[in-house]
């Protein structure tokens, strides 16, 4: 029931573009983005609603397909702070979040 | 608002004893999650509550593990006996309705020797 990240793992230098992908093998009602530093809570990036609706910050966009039940997430013109691990949560319709596996961001100068 | 409280933020013990971590979620906030965090399996779900009600517990690990909510401010997960297979770092997060975003305790990273 977890979605499913790819890649697991990605290694940018700054300026350098990246996209995680997320599916999910059940209905989505919203898709939730976190970025995690080593040591740290998960921190929240963006939300995804059914209909199109976004609500994040930062110069992080992403996307979300509902028929097939995808999402991605993209990261422009990266910076050093970027790096972390990015998880997106699929939430349920009986209101559950659950976790992909993480994707490990690398961004060297 | 402080944030969703965790307590303890470490936590060693010894393999056999009782561990009990402690969650106190955002006033207001009606939803509560305990998840697990290790290298091998990411973030896993152990459990969650909407309205102090615990919906799914199916990711429990075994018996050996227990989580209540006794009022809206509090929720503890109990491991009884605890093995050194615990040893992970579990958050608790809180939030509202679906559409909102999840905020996250800061943690307790538990090791069983």
């Known amino acids: 029931q977890q979605p499913v990240q790819s890649p697991q793992a990605v290694i940018l230098r700054e300026g350098e573009d990246a996209v995680i992908n997320c599916s999910s093998s059940k209905a989505l009602y919203s898709v939730h983005w976190y970025r995690q530093k080593h040591g740290e809570a998960p921190v929240f990036l963006m939300i995804l609603l059914k209909g199109g609706e976004q609500k994040g910050h930062e110069k992080i966009s992403a996307s979300f397909n509902e028929k097939k039940q995808q999402s991605s997430l993209y990261l422009t013109a990266s910076q050093l702070s970027y790096s972390g691990t990015y998880f997106c949560?699929?939430?349920?319709?009986?209101?559950?979040?659950?976790f992909g596996a993480g994707t490990r961001l690398t961004v060297k100068p | 608002d402080a944030g969703v409280i965790q307590s303890p933020r470490h936590e060693v013990t010894e393999m056999g004893q009782e561990v009990t971590l402690r969650c106190k979620p955002i006033?207001?906030?009606?939803?509560l999650f305990w998840y697990r965090q290790t290298m091998m399996r990411g973030l896993e779900l152990l459990i969650y509550?909407?309205?102090?009600?615990?919906?799914?517990d199916s990711g429990m690990p075994e018996d050996r593990f227990s989580a209540k909510m006794p009022n809206a401010s509090f929720s503890t997960l109990k491991i009884q006996p605890s093995e050194p297979r615990d040893s992970a770092v579990y958050f608790c997060a809180s939030t509202t309705t679906m559409n909102t975003e999840a905020f996250f305790g800061q943690g307790t990273r538990l090791t069983v020797v």
């Open positions: 006033s207001g906030h009606n939803s």
């Open positions: 509550f909407n309205n102090n009600v615990p919906i799914d």
């Open positions: 949560g699929i939430r349920g319709s009986n209101n559950d979040m659950r």
